[in-house]
């Protein structure tokens, strides 16, 4: 299902680079199932997907394992896997046990069309349910029209303070096939706060994973994503208050659209 040898190559020079750990996987799945994985993706209009569109992220997700086709359900049966994390921490968590999330919190397909968005964020910090740390991401590309003069790609910005991102350090672009792994404890601030540019019969298609493992005795105990308002947001009050609400596992589903 995967390319084993470009993720092996790429979990090599994992941390090698910042502003917080990572690595990127090209060719991650063999490309016959990434182009189904791609064609699977259901209609943008499609009851299936859980909208949010408001200020700060403007996107739809699913992580509903009912409504995946069969080479999706395989794929995320992977990713949760014993075989796969066991990989993973073969090269780079040789120490610490991790736990796949077969919940999706979070995770599952994300789509994005013209004037789509995320602000720069931190992920939520520990899990709601499990009571678990997250501790890994990966996300894998699918738009296999994609152009990079639509924008779309993913910041990684360096961390000023536990609530404010720094400067963007590097971008990603979302080439088709393309998975990006990296460290959710570091501070690590990311997201595509740009409106995207594609046309409107194109859309950004990724999936995502997360991992978990044992939380430090002291840890941020937050449960929801933690977002960072743009420049031209930076005093409005009604977006930093959506903010706030949107961080509490309490008063976030008020927020989303």
């Known amino acids: 299902m995967i390319n084993q040898k470009s ?16 690595c990127v996987i090209d060719n991650f799945f063999q490309r016959k199932v990434a182009l189904q994985l791609e064609n699977e993706f259901p209609n943008f209009n499609s009851d299936k997907w859980h909208k949010y569109n408001n200020a700060i992220e403007v996107k739809k997700v699913c992580n509903n394992w009912n409504v995946f086709p069969k080479v999706t359900y395989q794929a995320f049966s992977y990713l949760n896997s014993t075989d796969f994390l066991n990989l993973l921490r073969s090269v780079i968590f040789k120490n610490k ?30 899990h709601p349910k499990l009571g678990l740390q997250r501790k890994l991401n990966i996300i894998i590309y699918l738009n296999s029209n994609w152009k990079e003069e639509w924008d779309g790609n993913l910041g990684l910005w360096s961390n000023e303070s536990s609530k404010k991102p720094g400067k963007l350090a590097k971008q990603i672009v979302p080439k088709f096939n393309r998975a990006i792994l990296f460290d959710t404890t570091q501070n690590s601030w990311h997201g595509l706060p740009n409106p995207l540019k594609c046309p409107k019969n194109e859309f950004r298609k990724s999936i995502a994973v997360y991992y978990l493992c044992e939380p430090p005795s002291k840890i941020d105990k937050r449960g929801k994503a933690l977002f960072a308002p743009t420049d031209d947001q930076a005093n409005n009050k009604d977006v930093l208050e959506l903010i706030k609400k949107r961080s509490n596992t309490k008063t976030a589903g008020s927020t989303y659209s």
Do not use: C, M, R, V
Not at 7 to 19: D, R, V
Not at 100 to 112: A, K, P, V
């Open 7 to 22: 993720l092996l190559k790429a979990l090599s020079s994992y941390g090698n680079e910042g502003p917080f750990d990572h």
């Open 97 to 126: 046990k991790l736990y796949s999330d077969i919940g999706l919190n979070g995770g599952g397909w994300h789509i994005h069309k013209q004037g789509g968005k995320l602000n720069t964020h931190l992920d939520y910090s520990l």
